[in-house]
């Protein structure tokens, strides 16, 4: 069963204002934005979350989520999603100085192209900054796609499929800037057996201001995928010398 990454996402917004981990700000998703970015699935981040553990036993820990590959279709036992990209590196990058550069990464690499898809994750300080990366030794705990595992060290993991947890009226935002093309084409079919349409009726209207009434909108990814990478550890794990606060960002390198 996919767990809806939406209550999470709800969750870190609620608590954003909790001391210790402070989100301060938060940028738009990607979704295939570009068509280099459309043929890369695997490397193509969506979004990014961080909220405190909602579990009672470990209130002092905190999640950390990362979504890419997006726009999967339903997933079945017919039709599994597509595994990682084992070409990429993925990043969670902790800056706990203030300085806006990495003092902490945890690391997720992938080996094999199937379902039995193996997790390395690797913790620590970075040997590489910025652009340039490097993957650090993994841990001695390797886990397997869409399968939750614990590494030696005690964070939690998982990856795996889970339902987009973004909210996107894609219909009205081509409305709006109906120059802007989809790579899904001029409609796509959700799980539901729904067609939903993609493309502005006419293409060279020009850009309008309106917007669906409140309550209106819909949803173009309900029924669509993503792959996420989610992992829990102690907060005191992530926090430095600083004032208890952390930036918190992702990348992806081929």
């Not at 981040?45 to 339903?74: E, K, Q, R, Y």
């Not at 493309?199 to 201001?209: I, N, Q, S, V, W």
Request: neutral net charge; proline residues 9%; charged residues 15%.
């Amino acid at each position: 069963m996919r767990l809806s990454l939406r209550k999470a996402a709800l969750f870190a917004s609620a608590l954003a204002i909790v001391p210790v981990v402070l989100l301060s700000r938060a940028r738009g998703s990607d979704h295939a934005d570009t068509p280099a970015i459309a043929k890369t699935p695997g490397a193509d981040l969506t979004d990014v979350f961080i909220f405190p553990s909602p579990n009672p036993a470990t209130p002092n820990n905190v999640v950390l989520v990362m979504c890419v590959h997006p726009l999967i279709p339903g997933v079945t036992a017919a039709t599994p999603a597509p595994v990682f990209d084992p070409n990429v590196l993925y990043q969670f990058k902790i800056d706990n100085t203030g300085d806006f550069v990495e003092d902490k990464v945890i690391q997720a690499k992938f080996v094999g192209s199937d379902s039995n898809q193996k997790v390395q994750i690797s913790f620590g300080t970075p040997t590489k900054l910025g652009t340039v990366t490097q993957q650090l030794s993994p841990d001695s705990v390797q886990g397997v796609y869409n399968q939750k595992f614990t590494t030696s060290n005690g964070m939690t993991v998982f990856a795996g499929p889970r339902e987009d947890p973004f909210f996107f009226d894609l219909a009205q935002f081509l409305t709006i800037l109906p120059d802007r093309a989809s790579p899904l084409g001029s409609s796509f079919t959700n799980t539901s057996g729904s067609t939903v349409s993609t493309a502005p009726a006419d293409p060279d209207m020009p850009m309008a201001g309106a917007f669906r009434t409140p309550g209106q909108a819909k949803d173009f990814l309900k029924g669509l995928n993503v792959l996420a990478i989610v992992v829990e550890l102690p907060k005191s794990q992530l926090i430095g010398s600083g004032n208890g606060k952390i930036n918190v960002w992702c990348t992806t390198s081929l």
